[in-house]
């Protein structure tokens, strides 16, 4: 829709749609309104214009009026807010099968690793038709990754896991914008996102550097950060085993339980003692300053890929 005309910004991804189709139905509705209401204005003003002989005379109220001009506007809200609301959610929801991609903000960059392992700067090279999701974090301050042509932004925040996702459903270059002033060079933290056949993009995989893909460094890093000392399925073990662990909920020393996510690997590597589990002792030492934050992102998708141990102890 609107591919030749050039004030509608284009647009390359399943996202795109949904929302373009939203906001035309906004637009759509407003100019409606205000063609009736400026016309009848116009109207009413010549036909009711103030002419000698002619007497004002006022009208008490109308219900029926009332009912219509409160009950119709009231139709028209609460079917934008549904429409709205379901366009939301499914954009915030994550897709359960996607290629995850890793991207970390940074004054004044852009980092982006791939699933297989290669990385880049302000670039994002992506292939046609996938499900794309990208969890996001900042090493610094509040960033915000903009990608016009996908109708997408989201603010990355130094401590948070963000998440977006997307279908391309064109190739082509596509800007990616810094969306949040972020310092001296805010304005230079651009780059682009290119949509290509998914022939291309193994052409141009293969055509990188492979480095090792975030499981493998993570796996690297549990042994080098000597995590595997505390955390195995031998009895005894002075720290839980994490195998199979991601995403369920685990009981904490302090009582309550907390999910084990994203989020729950990042405090417990910098802040350990925050949140015990059930059954051990505060004996971790905080990792803060010795792993950054590719490092935490790699042992998360380690930890992901961990299948649970058999007979483990939790
Ligand atoms: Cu980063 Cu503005």
């Not at 009950?71 to 359960?96: D, E, H, K, Y």
């Not at 550097?209 to 031998?234: I, M, W, Y």
Request: net charge neutral; proline share 7%.
């Amino acid at each position: 829709m609107f591919e030749n005309f050039s004030l509608w910004p284009e647009g390359a991804s399943s996202v795109a749609r949904d929302i373009d189709a939203l906001y035309l139905f906004l637009l759509a509705i407003s100019l409606f309104f205000v063609t009736v209401i400026v016309s009848a204005l116009l109207v009413f003003s010549v036909r009711y214009r103030r002419r000698p002989g002619h007497h004002a005379s006022p009208i008490e109220g109308s219900l029926p009026l009332e009912l219509l001009w409160t009950g119709v506007p009231l139709v028209i809200v609460l079917f934008v807010f549904v429409w709205g609301t379901r366009v939301f959610v499914r954009t915030q929801t994550s897709p359960l099968e996607a290629m995850r991609f890793h991207v970390t903000g940074k004054q004044w960059m852009w980092k982006i690793q791939h699933p297989t392992g290669q990385s880049e700067i302000n670039a994002l090279h992506v292939p046609l038709g996938q499900t794309i999701e990208l969890t996001l974090i900042s090493e610094d301050v509040i960033h915000s990754f903009y990608v016009p042509a996908f109708r997408l932004k989201k603010d990355v925040v130094p401590g948070l896991y963000a998440s977006l996702w997307f279908t391309p459903t064109r190739t082509g270059t596509y800007h990616l914008f810094c969306a949040e002033y972020c310092g001296t060079k805010h304005s230079a933290m651009i780059g682009q996102v290119v949509v290509l056949d998914p022939a291309d993009y193994q052409q141009w995989l293969d055509g990188r550097p492979s480095d090792k893909n975030p499981v493998e460094t993570g796996a690297l890093l549990f042994q080098n950060l000597r995590c595997d000392t505390c955390h195995s399925s031998a009895s005894g073990a002075r720290g839980p085993d994490l195998a199979g662990l991601f995403g369920s909920d685990v009981p904490l020393a302090a009582g309550g339980s907390v999910r084990f996510d994203e989020r729950h690997v990042r405090e417990s590597l910098l802040e350990p003692s925050k949140r015990v589990r059930a059954g051990f002792q505060p004996l971790m030492p905080s990792y803060a300053g010795q792993v950054s934050e590719g490092d935490i992102l790699a042992l998360i998708a380690y930890l992901k890929s961990l299948p649970p141990a058999r007979g483990a102890r939790r």
